[in-house]
């Protein structure tokens, strides 16, 4: 059993370093001081850095995300001292990051209590991503192996797109974490109905956390619609409509975490005593599906 904690995450506006610094600490520390060993920000939290850029910087989309890029490895750093004082799994959202290429990428790491364990880069861009804001694909698919189990990483609109779960899923993992950012009720329920049926699909579970609030200083985060939640399979041992856990309020006034406990052997065993395997049938499926 491993207690875990998505987080509903207000977009706030903070104007220097040590009032960045101190809420990401402080918002840390309320779920690990709830006994939460994993904890999760939505899409694109990483993006508040451009808080402390000037207001006509901060307030043009490509001059925001140029602008935060010197901050990057102090964030970075600043996430591996939480996750080591906390003792804690930390994927702390994405933010847009300028590879060598010059191509922007949305990028979320994970870092543990021993450092920082790896990223995963969004691979299937939006249209706003792509036509507005010029961020370019990630590449490839990463498990990370940790004390509490095989986790994976959808960014979003990934979780939308079969293949990607079932990858991960064929490659162990057993949750996959879902942060997200949307900006209308829509959006939210195409990523929420996207996590739900990969859970259902490959028989594991998938944890949201979105970004909520208005926060008209950034034109990239400017309306934020979501509700935090942790899917599973509807099967043996697990709630028949398989939401295990939401969050009460679609979209509150503060930052709001959904902490929750949970078994990762309990979807181990829908997979192997379940009232169906569709997991396992997965095969038999395209088979099936072929024009005669």
């Known amino acids: 059993m491993i207690r875990i904690a998505a987080c509903q995450y207000a977009i706030e ?41 000037a207001p006509e910087e901060r307030g043009d989309l490509q001059a925001s995300i140029a602008g935060i890029q010197p901050l990057l490895q102090d964030w970075r750093t600043l996430c591996i001292g939480i996750a080591a004082r906390l003792g804690v799994y930390l ?24 450092g920082e364990l790896g990223h995963q880069d969004k691979l299937i861009m939006t249209r706003f991503e792509r036509e507005q804001w010029g961020i370019a694909a990630g590449q490839g698919l990463k498990v990370f192996d940790t004390s509490l189990g095989r986790l994976g990483i959808l960014i979003c609109y990934d979780n939308e797109f079969p293949l990607l779960a079932r990858t991960l899923a064929a490659s162990g993992v057993d949750l996959i974490l879902a942060p997200s950012c949307t900006d209308t009720e829509a959006g939210y329920h195409r990523v929420r109905i996207g996590a739900q049926a990969r859970a259902l699909e490959n028989q594991i579970a998938v944890l949201q956390a979105p970004t909520v609030g208005l926060a008209p200083w950034s034109p990239a ?35 709001q975490w959904l902490i929750c406990d949970f078994d990762l052997e309990a979807v181990r065993r829908v997979r192997a005593e379940g009232q169906v395997f569709t997991r396992r049938d997965w095969p038999e499926q395209f088979e099936k599906a072929r024009l005669c």
């Not at 006994?35 to 990483?46: C, D």
């Not at 590879?99 to 870092?111: E, I, K, T």
Request: glycine share 12%; hydrophobic share 40%.
């Open 13 to 53: 506006l903070h104007e220097s370093w040590a009032a960045y610094a101190e809420h990401l600490e402080t918002l840390c520390a309320e779920a690990a001081g709830q006994g939460a060993r994993l904890l999760v920000l939505p899409e694109y939290a990483g993006l508040v850095l451009a808080g402390q850029l």
């Open 91 to 114: 994927q702390p959202g994405s933010l847009p990051v300028r590879d060598a290429d010059g191509m922007y990428r949305n990028r979320a790491w994970l870092f543990g209590p021993g």
């Open 221 to 255: 985060l400017d309306e934020n619609i979501g509700r935090a939640g942790l899917y599973v399979p509807p099967d043996h041992g697990m709630p028949s409509n398989g939401v295990f856990a939401e969050s009460a309020e679609l979209c509150p006034a503060a930052s």
